[in-house]
């Protein structure tokens, strides 16, 4: 988590994610999430980062770039990052879950 919290930019260029946990271990740690725009992504990072396309290596750079030369833009991430992650904890995905269940049985 040191790592996370430290970090001026977490970047996860993926092209497949069943959920997409490390954007959202960086989010709760603080730190701006720059993600690709694929699989899962978008809907576990929503408004709280900045999104690229991750077969474009001059897109991620660009990204990389925009983000690091705008200190108060990162700030906003980070901040966007800790309030998406605290809407996304076990103890809700349980609750879902266990809702669902209770309406089957039912």
């Not at 690709?36 to 929503?46: I, N, Q, T, W």
């Amino acid at each position: 988590m040191a790592l996370y919290s430290g970090t001026e930019l977490f970047l996860f260029a993926s092209l497949y994610e069943g959920f997409g946990l490390p954007p959202l271990e960086a989010m709760a740690c603080g730190a701006p999430v720059a993600v690709s725009r694929a699989a899962s992504l978008p809907e576990v990072v929503a408004e709280a980062g900045v999104y690229f396309d991750p077969y474009s290596v001059d897109d991620i750079a660009k990204t990389v770039v925009k983000i690091l030369k705008d200190p108060p833009g990162r700030e906003r991430l980070a901040r966007a990052g800790r309030e998406r992650a605290a809407r996304l904890t076990w103890e809700k995905t349980a609750d879902g879950h266990l809702e669902v269940y209770r309406d089957y049985a039912r």
